[in-house]
Structure formats: C-alpha cells, structure tokens
C-alpha cells in the first residue's frame, strides 16, 4: 500500500508537537567552567565562559571549551569541541554552537556528528528540535547504522520513531546492493528501507526499479509498486506489486504480470507470477500468455499456466499446462498440455493435440514438431494418427492419412511427405491436370505407405506389403464413402486471430 511521504511527515511532527505542548521554558543552567567573565564591550546580560564549560537544560547537557551565555535571552553561543548529550542514547558533536532554551532547538555547525543508539550522522550542519526530537541536515549528510550507510542532500530524524527521512539524491549502500533514490524513509530500529519516488537497486546480479515500496536490509526481502521490475542478466520481471528475496534470489508478481527474455525473444504474461534468479525458472498463470517472436512473425501462446526455467547447460525448457491453444500466421495448435525443449528444438504436445497449417490438420495421442532455424522441419504422430488437408477444388472434401504413427516433413509449416506406418489407410482425389477438376476418388489400405505432397495436393504415393485399394469415378462416388473411420474436421475449434486463443472451444 503506498503512503504518502509528506503526509505521514507531517502527522509524525503534529503528534510530537502535542505532547510537548504543555511543556514549561526552564532557563538554561551553568554547571562549570574555569573562567566566567562580565564585559560589556562583548555585549548586554552576556557571559563569556573559559575552560571545561558545562550547561545543563532539562535533561540535555553541553559541554565545549567556550561559550557565550545571554541569560536575559536563554540563549548560548559555544565553540569548540562541543558535545551534547541527552539521556544514555544521543550525543551531538560539532565546532559550532547556538542553542536557544525557549524554543529548546541546538543549531550545530562544522563537523557535526549527530549519535543515537548505534547509528550516527555526520554533516555539516544541522538543527536539533528538542521539542519534536527532530535533527534536520540542510547541506549534505551521511548517515551509517550497521553495513547500511545513507547520504542525500537533505533530510530529518526523529529519534523518538528512529526515522530518517533523507531528501533529494539519496544514495544507501548495502555490501551487497546500492540504491537510489528521490525521497526514502529509513528506521535504525527495523532497519526497512521505505521508497517514496523514483528508486534503482543495484547490484551484481540484478536491477530494480520501482516508485514506491520497501526494503528490509536485514532479511533481504522486499515490496515495490508503482511501475516495479526487476532485471536478472536477459531476464525482466515487470507487476503491479512485487515481492522480492534476495536471500533465495526470488521474485513474485501480482497483476499485470510480465517475464520477458530479452536473450530468446520470449515474452511472457499473467495476473500472477514468480522468478527464480538461480537456476532461472518462473511460473505464470491466470490468463497466462506466451509471445515468441520470430524474426518477422509472433507465437501467440495461452495456458492456464506455463513454466519457464533455464538447466544447467543454459537450455530454455517451457512448459504449458491445460486448455492450450496457439496462434502464429501459418500455423495454430490445441491440446490439454505442451513442452518445448531448446535442446532439441522440439515441441511435445499431449492428450488430444490438434496442429493446423494452411488448410491441413494433424491429429493423434500425442504430436512432436521439430523446430529448425525457427521453423517447423518435421513433425511425429503416434496414436490414432490423423492428417486431414482439405481439397481445394472443393472444400467439402478432404485428402485423408490414417495410422497408428507417422513421420511428416514440413515446407513452410505446409506438410511435404509422411511416412506412415502399420495400419495405413488413405483416402486422396485425383484431380484433372487440363480441367483442374476432381475426377475421382481413391481410397488404399496398406500396412505401410508414404505420401508426397506438392502445393497441397498431392504428388505421389507409395504402399508396401500387399495394398488394397478402390477408385471410384466422382460422379459415382457415395456420402458414406467420403470419410475414413474417425475423421473429424475441426476448423470451428482453430484459433483464427491471436485473442481467441482465450477462448476454449472444446468440451
């Protein structure tokens, strides 16, 4: 949730100003010094002090080598080796003093070192608003608590909630990250960085932007909003609110979720997500989306969820779970789950796949397509294996290949020939070559075949091993005889524009 910097400043400065508001002015005391001179050439109701002085106000105790006391004003002017101490926990050093008992605030100058607990400032000037608990630093200041060392150009502390708020160009290094930013509250107790701008988080091994969130130095975890993302070598992790761990090297993104892979031309989408820097993997789901982009088109991928991860041999693996559908210019893809390795180059996909080109469709227990230059080169079929390509002289009919497996080539995702074995059965119009019309129709069972096809149509065939087969004259050819057993054409269910992969047609 984002807060607002100025307007929490400004109820942390009401609320400290009303519980010192009853407070009653006590004059300034002299507890010591060497020498107190009366001169009225140094001024009216002045002394000069000389030598180990010490005041005291309420609970807070100045100690320098000299100093003008106007006691008329309550009003003191130190110099020298000047240090103030309140209770166990502050202590204030400088060159230069001036402190005022009425309005109770110390203004240090040259070489100040402001110390509360275990943290410590050091500018070169700085205010001390006892009444708010507030040090203001107007003119460059760095502040150091453990590893963490701050500095900007301004800011406030309030030591009663041990808060910084460092101002304009501020810059807080960490052993193991650096970040910068506009504005950033930081607390000495919990030691959690607070942004409130325009933040960059460095380090070795990734980059983080946000405008608003958190960082806890001591547990390394984190929360950005506001245009968050995060950088890991080719990889950026992109959300509405990010969750970080630098420990486990891990990011988690809500809404609008993205991973792109600069390195493979990946983009990936979703409403929820995470990132593992080391070994790289990642997960998206609801309305998960995948773009992989080739050198002149796009796969557009959805899932309910995908996974991404990297091996140890710098192979890209991604992985596709249920109701997946693709969409690229040539060629669409259905099926419950798909893998794709780069390693191999080929892309798996199981129970009841659906792969259409042009006007061909390939069906089966399960398809594998190879993948060259970014290219499909081959394609596998192994159960109920099923090629449809529709005829064009007339698109009610239909080239069919039926077996148990079969072995494709592929020219521009248009198949070229397909070895098929056991069980064969096809059925193919011949077509007149001097009228371009169907002139019959054949249908051949063979235990094994190959099929060559040119534009679509086809070119040649081959049968081994005793085939059977028929050729009927189109004018005699019977409805029951169009189809080989289990024919389905599922052009109502293909992807025909990259946004209806979203929408799952089968039952």
Not at 334 to 352: G, T
């Amino acid at each position: 949730m984002k807060i607002d910097f100025f307007k929490y400043f400004l109820i942390c400065t009401f609320f400290i100003q009303l519980t010192t508001f009853a407070q009653q002015t006590r004059k300034v005391e002299i507890l010591h010094a060497n020498s107190l001179e009366y001169d009225k050439s140094i001024g009216e109701n002045v002394n000069r002090l000389l030598g180990k002085v010490v005041f005291r106000h309420e609970d807070f105790y100045m100690f320098c080598d000299s100093a003008y006391f106007y006691f008329e004003t309550n009003t003191i002017k130190a110099f020298d080796n000047i240090r103030i101490k309140q209770g166990d926990s502050i202590l204030l050093i400088g060159k230069y003093l001036e402190y005022n008992g009425d309005t109770r605030i110390a203004k240090m100058r040259d070489s100040v070192i402001f110390m509360h607990n275990k943290s410590f400032l050091i500018t070169d000037s700085l205010d001390y608003d006892r009444n708010l608990d507030m040090a203001y630093y107007y003119f460059k200041g760095r502040i150091y608590d453990g590893e963490n060392k701050l500095r900007s150009k301004r800011g406030y502390y309030y030591t009663r909630f041990r808060d910084y708020y460092a101002v304009d160009s501020v810059v807080l290094v960490n052993p193991q990250y650096t970040m910068f930013s506009d504005t950033l509250r930081y607390n000495t107790e919990t030691a959690i960085s607070y942004f409130y701008g325009p933040t960059n988080i460095v380090s070795d091994s990734n980059f983080i932007y946000c405008e608003n969130g958190f960082y806890n130095t001591r547990t390394d975890e984190a929360g950005f909003s506001e245009n968050a993302w995060l950088r890991s070598g080719s990889n950026f992790l992109k959300g509405d609110s990010l969750f970080y761990s630098r420990r486990i090297k891990f990011g988690e993104a809500f809404n609008n979720v993205s991973i792109i892979d600069t390195l493979e031309n990946i983009k990936a989408y979703g409403d929820y997500g995470y990132f593992y820097e080391n070994p790289q993997k990642a997960m998206l789901t609801e309305k998960a989306l995948i773009e992989y982009y080739f050198d002149d088109d796009v796969v557009y991928l959805h899932s309910d969820t995908v996974y991404i991860y990297v091996d140890t041999s710098d192979f890209r693996h991604i992985k596709a779970f249920y109701k997946v559908q693709a969409y690229k210019s040539d060629f669409q893809l259905a099926c419950d789950s798909l893998y794709f390795n780069s390693q191999d180059s080929i892309l798996r996909l199981f129970f009841n796949p659906v792969l259409w080109g042009k006007n061909s469709q390939l069906t089966g227990d399960f398809i594998h397509v190879h993948f060259k230059e970014k290219k499909a080169d081959w394609f596998f079929v192994d159960g109920n294996s099923f090629a449809v390509m529709q005829v064009e002289q007339d698109t009610s009919k239909f080239n069919q290949v039926l077996s148990r497996t079969m072995f494709g080539t592929l020219n521009d995702n248009e198949i070229e020939t397909i070895d098929l074995k056991n069980d064969c059965q096809t059925i193919y119009y011949v077509v007149d070559e001097d009228t371009d019309e169907i002139s019959a129709y054949n249908k051949i069972v063979s235990s094994n075949m190959k099929v060559a096809f040119e534009d679509n149509k086809l070119k040649m065939i081959w049968f081994y091993e005793n085939p059977k087969g028929e050729t009927i004259p189109i004018e005699q050819l019977k409805n029951e005889q169009l189809f080989l057993r289990g024919f389905r054409w599922l052009e109502d269910y293909r992807p025909k524009t990259k946004d209806d992969i979203f929408i799952w047609k089968f039952n």
